[in-house]
């Protein structure tokens, strides 16, 4: 149901800015590939100090947009128009005329921070490498200005950790390391794309506070990617929507999120995950019932498809002297059943023990106390014969389809491997069963000759839930499968979900740090922090009457549920 839009608030501190002087003007930019056009007609302006946010679905043109201001567009990219930087034009500028702008006049912040740092190279050595494009100061200046980065960005301990490599950040850490490397030379002008979409809302916060204060004291402006209209409209003073290459909506960020003009914007809005949030923590129960979902509350007498008794894992101590690291737990006893047909969700922080948790479900781990109980047998007792029983009855979708789907394999192939590896069906009955899973991940048939590259994210999280339940599996593990995908996306996944388990009565156990898609999917829901549970109970009245801190610090966290909430009526 489309929420009902009323005045926006006023004293909105995300006002337009007027007075800065304008450090980056985009006029009727256009990017081809070939005889398609991809971007046209683009303009817009961003001012000193201030914060603008483009946002879309995936495919919008965004990124095609930030790499033209870059540079970094492919050598078959045909360009037109205007991007005008500190008063120079820079579109379709030679390399060797815009190298020197990177990373001073013009500072770039990547998505994925584990793919876009050097692995075997220290993280403060990769700021300092950031900082020396300056040429203005010798080795040891340059690393004091990393480590300074580094604290500002949030980091604690910032000259220890400047010695650690990427695998020992976690993936907060590890996008703040990628902040500091961007602001390190106070640039005129940061772009940051997507910078926190895979992290969950708690530490999002965190780093786009640090992000702020950093920009601020430099005066940098920022062009911020993202989908999250949510976090744009908190976040940023002007928000531009951009739909199939086009911007189809720009103004100031309230405006755009509370009087929307455009349908697209709309049906972004009515998406958008703060829209559901509004009602959570209100005292009463936050929904009727999972994504309309009417399956009716399980007996007390049916057995659970899953139980896990008392789960435990503690790592043991590690190094020896004075690098000897204490026994750490990950998770400590927790405990939970799911019926057939049900889906059980655990929210929490990155770290908060959730992965672990899945993982030891799916025999991946093994627990160190406790029991995993499927179908009436302990997993940790089964036989090899009886695990590959196991194996077929319980499958994962995890959360990258780019990482989980080899990109050698047509789609067919991928499809038809879990069908050859538990020998189901003859030949033909297995290239039925693979136009079934297309049909029900709502694909075109078509889709079986091409390839894992040649598909959009969506498309790809669908090939990934058809593989799941091609054995067709009791139990499918869901890994925070739609947090890198977009709102309309995301819609479109869960959909998929929830009708593939109304038919196939399959159970899930959805692992995600976004409330609100655990909200659309899940029945019951455990919060977990610090390996440990906090909160467990139907997943409505956990959301609509939180009781432990922590679940209500995690419900506030969410970006532009505040806003939505007081400015938008029932």
């Not at 993280?123 to 604290?151: F, K, P």
């Not at 908060?352 to 406790?370: D, E, H, I, N």
Request: charged residues 20%.
């Amino acid at each position: 149901m489309s929420p009902q839009w009323t005045t926006p608030p006023s004293g909105d501190p995300h006002r337009e800015h007027t007075d800065g002087q304008t450090v980056l003007d985009v006029v009727d930019l256009a990017v081809s590939y070939g005889d398609r056009e991809v971007v046209s007609a683009v303009d817009f302006r961003l001012r000193a100090g201030e914060t603008v946010a483009i946002v879309g679905e995936s495919g919008s043109g965004k990124t095609t947009v930030i790499n033209a201001v870059l540079g970094l567009l492919p050598r078959n990219a045909r360009t037109s128009g205007s991007v005008v930087l500190q008063g120079r034009e820079i579109l379709g500028a030679d390399e060797s005329e815009i190298r020197p702008l990177r990373g001073t006049a013009l500072a770039y912040v990547p998505q994925d921070p584990m793919s876009n740092l050097n692995p075997v190279m220290r993280v403060g050595n990769q700021v300092a490498e950031a900082a020396s494009v300056t040429r203005d100061a010798t080795t040891a200046v340059y690393r004091e200005r990393a480590i300074d980065a580094l604290g500002r960005a949030g980091l604690d301990d910032a000259r220890e950790r400047y010695r650690l490599y990427p695998h020992q950040f976690s993936g907060g850490m590890r996008q703040r390391a990628l902040i500091a490397a961007g602001v390190v030379n106070a640039p005129t002008v940061l772009i940051a794309d997507e910078p926190t979409s895979a992290l969950d809302v708690t530490v999002q916060r965190v780093i786009l506070d640090n992000l702020a204060e950093l920009t601020a004291e430099s005066g940098t402006a920022v062009l911020l990617i993202t989908h999250d209209l949510g976090l744009a409209a908190e976040r940023a003073d002007r928000v531009i929507v951009m739909h199939h290459g086009r911007i189809v909506e720009q103004g100031a960020s309230r405006d755009v999120l509370f009087a929307p003009q455009a349908e697209y914007t709309k049906a972004l809005v009515a998406a958008a995950p703060f829209a559901v949030a509004s009602r959570f923590g209100d005292g009463e129960r936050a929904s009727a019932a999972p994504r309309g979902n009417a399956t009716a509350q399980p007996s007390t007498d049916t057995a659970p498809a899953l139980r896990v008794d008392g789960l435990s894992k503690v790592y043991p101590a590690r190094g020896w002297g004075k690098n000897r690291r204490p026994p750490f737990t990950a998770v400590e006893d927790v405990s939970f059943s799911i019926p057939a047909g049900r889906t059980l969700a655990i929210a929490g922080e990155s770290g908060s023990g959730k992965s672990t948790t899945a993982q030891m479900v799916l025999q991946l781990l093994r627990p160190t106390s406790g029991a995993i109980v499927f179908q009436g047998r302990d997993t940790g007792s089964l036989s090899k014969r009886q695990m590959k029983g196991f194996r077929r009855a319980v499958q994962s979708i995890f959360q990258d389809p780019y990482a989980s789907l080899d990109p050698l394999f047509s789609i067919e192939r991928s499809l038809r491997e879990p069908l050859d590896a538990f020998a189901i069906g003859t030949p033909a009955e297995r290239d039925a069963r693979v136009l079934e899973l297309l049909d029900l991940v709502q694909l075109p048939r078509t889709v079986r000759y091409r390839t894992a590259s040649e598909l959009s994210g969506g498309q790809r999280q669908r090939v990934a839930i058809a593989r799941a339940l091609a054995p067709s599996p009791e139990l499918v593990v869901c890994d925070e499968p739609v947090s890198a995908l977009d709102v309309l996306v995301q819609a479109q996944i869960l959909d998929v979900l929830t009708e593939a388990q109304r038919e196939l009565g399959v159970s899930y156990l959805f692992i995600s740090h976004d409330l609100s898609v655990i909200a659309e999917i899940s029945h019951d829901l455990l919060v977990m922090r610090r390996g440990a549970v906090v909160e467990h109970g139907a997943t409505a009245d956990v959301l609509g009457d939180p009781q432990h801190p922590y679940t209500r610090e995690l419900i506030d966290a969410i970006p532009g549920r505040a806003l939505f909430r007081d400015a938008v009526g029932a």
